[in-house]
């Protein structure tokens, strides 16, 4: 759809644009959910309380609901497109939002809670436009690079907000590092400021229909991509929170865990990231799908191989959980990379929310049932259950007519 990608100077400017916000929506989640909690623990608030922060997912299971007042902003009558001014002003207020939670303490709790919903709502809402800005400057042959950028700087993103904002608070203090963490999502405008951006819609995308949740439902190839998002994401969450619980049961020690966890994990997720992007540069959007699902396959029956031995190889045990990690990022980019192509360019931001918010209740639903599952019926029905479940997207992917157009 994007009208820049020909030109490889403005190209660059787009990848360092789209991949400065991406980062920074992901630097906010790990804030939120990583270092915030670890944070408030080193004060010695109780558990119970800490578990409040959760209620900062709020607005992200929610924002479908004022996706489309944030379209109707963002394209108006006109067909004068805003993405980039909405993208600007979120990060502005994501900013300065973290200035006022530096002067905040642990004692003034309330005052928390209201302010990390507060970074929630506007990070969200601000990612509506970002995925929309993405969309509507790279063409259909680029979003796997767009969708490579979304998934490998989210990794480093939440490596930095987390583990990185709690090693400065460990240096520095809490205010000091909030500070410099401001003044970084600020710095991180300048790639945005520079890229270029489409202002109007093309003549062939202009139409007197408005944004509309509910005239987007009414279309059958957005319902099937919903139905693929929901069952994509949870054949990989239903036993992704598992994984280490069922480790630790295999004898493996806390000390590797961590290691493989932390490190092992993250660089097979870039690695993904990087295949996934490959993928689909080579064979296109449908059998680079087919293929992470293949291999998503694969490495949950790496599981259920392992779960019916009497002794599990430490080694094969690291291996199956670094595989899947793999096959999971190379998923996430050939999905996220095909669902991008049937955004609409007059709502791209609205038809994406849509698919995250699939995805989030996806995830939430399948650590629940995941955790249920494996304490009544044991890790060898759980991953037989995820198995089910990828196959059942292997043979919707190749029968069904969703793939077939890209």
């Known amino acids: 759809m994007g009208i820049f990608i020909f030109n490889g100077g403005v190209l660059l400017k787009l990848i360092f644009a789209i991949g400065s916000f991406y980062f920074v929506q992901t630097l906010i989640g790990g804030i939120v959910f990583q270092a915030i909690p670890a944070w408030l623990r080193s004060h010695n608030v109780d558990l119970y309380t800490i578990g409040l922060v959760s209620l900062a997912m709020i607005p992200w299971t929610l924002r479908v609901l004022w996706a489309g007042g944030v379209e109707r902003y963002r394209v108006t009558a006109s067909g004068k497109i805003r993405s980039k001014q909405i993208v600007i002003a979120g990060q502005v207020a994501l900013a300065v939002i973290l200035i006022g939670l530096s002067f905040i303490h642990e004692n003034m709790f309330i005052t928390l809670i209201s302010l990390l919903i507060l970074l929630s709502l506007v990070c969200c809402t601000s990612e509506i436009a970002c995925d929309a800005y993405m969309i509507e400057n790279l063409n259909s042959k680029s979003y796997g690079i767009g969708n490579g950028l979304r998934i490998g700087c989210g990794y480093l993103g939440m490596a930095v907000g987390g583990g990185g904002l ?173 669902l991008t192509t049937q955004a609409s360019l007059k709502q791209a931001g609205l038809d994406f929310t849509l698919f995250q918010c699939g995805a989030a209740l996806a995830a939430g639903c399948s650590g629940y049932i995941g955790g249920i599952v494996a304490y009544y019926m044991g890790y060898v029905t759980l991953f037989n259950l995820t198995l089910g479940c990828a196959l059942f997207v292997l043979i919707f992917l190749y029968r069904s007519s969703i793939l077939k157009a890209v």
């Open 166 to 338: 709690i090693y400065l608070y460990d240096k520095w203090g809490w205010q000091s590092s909030l500070l410099v963490y401001s003044g970084l999502l600020l710095f991180l405008l300048l790639p945005l400021l520079l890229a270029p951006s489409i202002n109007q819609l093309p003549v062939t995308e202009k139409s007197d229909q408005r944004p509309s949740l509910i005239k987007t439902l009414k279309q059958p190839m957005m319902l099937k991509a919903i139905v693929l998002v929901f069952f994509f994401e949870i054949s990989g969450r239903l036993i992704s929170s598992m994984l280490s619980p069922f480790a630790i049961d295999a004898g493996l020690s806390l000390e590797n865990l961590g290691k493989v966890t932390s490190f092992g994990g993250a660089a097979c997720g870039m690695l993904g990231t990087l295949s996934g992007m490959l993928f689909i540069r080579i064979i296109g959007y449908r059998w680079a799908l087919l293929l992470a699902t293949l291999f998503k396959c694969l490495s949950i029956s790496c599981f259920i191989i392992l779960s019916l031995q009497p002794d599990i190889n430490p080694l094969w045990l690291i291996v199956s959980y670094l595989f899947f990690n793999y096959t999971f990022s190379v998923g996430l980019v050939c999905l996220y990379s095909f």
